[in-house]
């Protein structure tokens, strides 16, 4: 079955450590999208590539960095510029033309600081 | 430019009705709507583009009025799985990116 997969489930993350969270869509979506949710806050957009080597920096893009080399992937970093990271980071996809088209979410993966 | 979701959080019995308003400064071109359960991934609804159209899934209908630059969701006759918060995504086609931007979502919590 197609979808979006997202791992790990739960991350834990050292003071001044780098962490990637990795994205993959069987889709064969053009776009894909990063998102991070804290409660109260809705949905707050990371990053997002709507092709292969390109990708435009959202509203909270500070801290953390992504790459699209593949169209199914795109894994994000947080780096440790990011001083805030405990979340819960949601990835989407969908086809080009995304204003008119569904958003398809993975599970999440859920980060937090030891 | 985040739209304005309203009201922040209900508590119905099943079978009430619900209406969950999504308000915009700027001009639409289209609404999103999601729901999501707790710690789950958000789930598409439906998606209403510029023209006022109405769109209907089973029990959940929306609207989208161009003039008030506003989408209402309607949940008739709610269900215990209705339960979840709800997000409205809204595109305002400024330069063509392709990208929503969400509300800070409404809390629906159904009663037996």
């Known amino acids: 079955d197609g979808g979006i997969t997202q791992s790990p489930k739960y991350l834990f993350r050292k003071e001044g450590q780098n962490v990637t969270l990795s994205c993959e869509q069987n889709?064969?979506?053009?776009?894909m999208y990063w998102y991070r949710q804290d409660p109260g806050q809705g949905l707050r957009l990371i990053y997002y590539s709507q092709i292969v080597n390109d990708f435009q920096k959202g509203d909270i893009a500070e801290g953390y960095s992504v790459s699209r080399e593949k169209k199914e992937s795109f894994p994000l970093t947080v780096t440790s510029a990011q001083k805030n990271p405990t979340a819960f980071y949601l990835c989407?996809?969908?086809?080009?033309?995304?204003?008119?088209?569904?958003?398809?979410f993975g599970d999440g993966t859920r980060l937090s600081i030891l | 430019q985040q739209p304005v979701q309203s009201p922040q959080a209900v508590i119905l019995r099943e079978g009430e009705d619900a209406v969950i308003n999504c308000s915009s400064s700027?001009?639409?071109?289209?609404v999103h709507w999601y729901r999501q359960k707790h710690g789950e991934a958000p789930v598409f609804l439906m998606i209403?583009?510029?023209?006022?159209e109405q769109k209907g899934h089973e029990k959940i209908s929306a609207s989208f009025n161009e003039k008030k630059q506003q989408s209402s969701l309607y949940l008739t006759a709610s269900q215990l799985s209705y339960s979840g918060t709800y997000f409205c995504?809204?595109?305002?086609?400024?330069?063509?990116?392709?990208?929503?931007?969400f509300g800070k979502g409404t809390r629906l919590h159904i009663l037996p």
């Open positions: 700027k001009a639409l071109y289209s």
């Open positions: 889709l064969n979506h053009d776009a």
């Open positions: 989407a996809s969908t086809l080009i033309g995304g204003a008119k088209q569904p958003q398809h």
């Open positions: 209403l583009l510029k023209g006022g």
């Open positions: 995504g809204t595109d305002f086609r400024m330069n063509r990116d392709d990208k929503i931007i």
